[in-house]
């Protein structure tokens, strides 16, 4: 954002132009929330977010509303467009001690917080921390100025205290922060405003994070043609676990069929034979045996997509089962059993898939994952997703309610469609499947496992309150149908 404002303003627009149009579009959202007669409380920070408070407190103050303006520091601090924005406020303002602010905000109707956006370089503490947690206590609703604040941008962490907004107005673009954890929640609804910063700065600045929304990956998808074959949407497999545990994996090819894979093949171990053939109709099925039985099976070429590690159990076994089908040339999904088989060596994992042409997915959740890449666990959601994919080589796919996937050429995409319901036994195993679906089209794997994602997500919000992984599949059909009319 800093280079987005500063090309603009190189560019002949004046920074407090910038400013102006912020605060006016803040103070056009603080109406809506509004009634006419209503007294609004801004707080302004010591930055320029303060300053998008002065230009809206003047705005509110010409529309007729009761404004105060209450000051975190010394406005004899301001700098640049917020001193300026100060100057042509015009009205009256007052610095606050923590222990006064309660009372000032007793009987507001709506507080803006203009505290602390894009600037914050340290976790709140002392004063601006008693700020956040008296405005949070006010029960009064809160219209955050393009981010909560405490909540980091970029990153979407609130190390220390932070506002809790019922709605944020942002300029330009939304931030990592508005839909990544806990900075989504601690935002509310977000409104992203045009301030005049034109779109063309982005081809230099070349922004690689992105919301996973299906403009990301709607053209890398394909829907069959009219003459098409079967096998012209490829024939996946996914490798069943023991008799006991083989549930897994039905739900993963069944998704997996269901996410367009013209065929899917359930490998079974031959014990389990009896179990998987009683529960499948479309997925076909077929016995697999060893080491041995998967070389064979992999020797049919017309195989392309392979999913381990939904029930597949942890054992050394199971890495070597892996390190034969990273030997064929098919797209493989990692999930489950088959991340967590490789926690003592995972190095010789990721040599392995950095010296093969076709794609890896890992779906780590946050448990498996820090079996992977300790070491990563302490940075944030993102840069964690983006330094396991440029470690492993593999497309990472950190599950989460705020998922995201990462590519080693540093591409990662936020998903935030999924709602909670998601969180039941066996919804990650659909996730597989449908990855191995759309891998299995031969979907790039970064939009493959970028659009199942999403897809997992809108089927979660089809499926609706109440549902287990087995309404997942059914549900994708609506949602593939509206992908599909939409051009
Ligand atoms: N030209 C521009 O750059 C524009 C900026 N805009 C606004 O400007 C904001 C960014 O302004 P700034 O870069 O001045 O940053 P902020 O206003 O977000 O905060 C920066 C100030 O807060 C202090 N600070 C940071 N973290 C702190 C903490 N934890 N505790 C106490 N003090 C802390 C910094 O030392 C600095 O003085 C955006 O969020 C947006 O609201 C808009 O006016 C649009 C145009
Ligand atoms: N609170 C939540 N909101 C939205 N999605 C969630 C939430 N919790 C979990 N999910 C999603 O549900 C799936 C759970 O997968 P996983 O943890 O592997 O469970 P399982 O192994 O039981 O299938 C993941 O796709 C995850 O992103
Ligand atoms: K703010």
């Known amino acids: 954002m800093g280079q987005a404002d500063n090309m603009t303003i190189a560019?002949?627009?004046?920074?407090?132009?910038?400013?102006?149009?912020?605060?006016?579009?803040?103070?056009?959202?603080?109406?809506?929330?509004?009634?006419?007669q209503g007294r609004i409380a801004i707080v302004c920070g010591p930055g320029s977010n303060g300053g998008d408070g002065?230009?809206?407190?003047?705005?509110?103050h010409q529309a007729g509303h009761a404004v105060d303006v209450l000051l975190l520091k010394d406005p004899a601090g301001l700098k640049g467009d917020a001193a300026i924005a100060f100057g042509q406020m015009g009205l009256p303002s007052q610095i606050v001690e923590p222990a006064e602010l309660k009372e000032n905000l007793s009987g507001c109707d709506l507080i803006i917080d203009a505290l602390f956006g894009a600037g914050l370089d340290r976790p709140l503490e002392g004063n601006a921390a008693a700020f956040a947690d008296t405005i949070n206590k006010s029960g009064v609703p809160v219209l955050a100025v393009d981010l909560a604040?405490?909540?980091?941008?970029?990153?979407?962490?609130?190390?220390?205290?932070?506002?809790?907004?019922?709605?944020?107005?942002?300029?330009?673009?939304?931030?990592?922060?508005?839909?990544?954890?806990?900075?989504?929640?601690?935002?509310?609804d977000v409104s992203c405003v045009d301030i005049g910063i034109p779109e063309s700065v982005l081809h230099e600045i070349g922004p690689q994070t992105f919301v996973n929304e299906p403009t990301l990956w709607r053209d890398a998808w394909t829907v069959?043609?009219?003459?098409?074959?079967?096998?012209?949407?490829?024939?996946?497999?996914?490798?069943?676990?023991?008799?006991?545990?083989?549930?897994a994996a039905r739900l993963a090819a069944g998704a997996c069929l269901r996410a367009?894979?013209?065929?899917?093949?359930?490998?079974?171990?031959?014990s389990a034979m009896m179990v998987n053939a009683s529960h499948l109709t479309a997925v076909m099925l077929r016995s697999v045996e060893g080491l041995e039985g998967i070389s064979d099976l992999l020797a049919d070429k017309r195989l392309n997509s392979l999913l381990i590690g939904p029930g597949y159990g942890v054992s050394d076994d199971t890495s070597e089962a892996v390190s034969v089908l990273l030997n064929s040339e098919c797209a493989i999904v990692l999930d489950a059993d088959a991340l967590t088989s490789h926690q003592n060596a995972p190095e010789a994992l990721f040599t392995q898939i950095k010296g093969r042409?076709?794609?890896?997915?890992?779906?780590p959740h946050d448990g498996e994952f820090v079996r992977l890449f300790p070491d990563l666990v302490?940075?944030?959601?993102?840069?964690?997703?983006r330094g396991a994919a440029a470690r492993s080589g593999a497309i990472v796919l950190l599950k989460g309610a705020d998922t995201v996937i990462a590519s080693p050429d540093g591409r990662a995409a936020i998903n935030s469609n999924a709602p909670p319901w998601l969180a039941t036994a066996g919804s990650g195993d659909v996730l597989a499947g449908i990855i191995c679906g759309l891998l299995a089209q031969k979907m790039p794997a970064f939009e493959a496992a970028a659009m199942a994602a999403w897809l997992h997500g809108a089927a979660g919000v089809e499926a609706g309150a109440g549902l287990i992984a087995e309404d997942l599949a059914p549900a994708m059909r609506p949602v593939i149908a509206r992908l599909v009319e939409k051009p």
Not at 18 to 27: F, N, P, T, Y
Not at 357 to 363: D, E, G, N, R, S
Request: hydrophobic residues 40%; aromatic residues 4%; charged residues 20%.
């Open 11 to 36: 560019s002949g627009t004046r920074g407090i132009t910038l400013m102006e149009r912020a605060g006016d579009h803040v103070a056009r959202v603080a109406s809506e929330m509004c009634s006419s």
């Open 357 to 363: 042409k076709a794609p890896v997915v890992l779906t």
């Open 149 to 188: 604040s405490g909540v980091n941008g970029s990153t979407g962490e609130a190390e220390g205290a932070a506002v809790q907004a019922v709605r944020s107005v942002t300029f330009f673009r939304c931030k990592p922060g508005h839909y990544l954890l806990p900075g989504r929640d601690l935002c509310g």
């Open 224 to 247: 069959p043609g009219r003459a098409g074959h079967k096998y012209d949407r490829g024939h996946a497999v996914v490798f069943s676990g023991p008799m006991s545990s083989t549930g």
């Open 260 to 270: 367009g894979a013209g065929l899917v093949t359930l490998a079974s171990p031959p």
């Open 54 to 60: 002065f230009v809206a407190a003047r705005h509110l």
């Open 378 to 385: 302490a940075l944030d959601k993102l840069a964690r997703a």
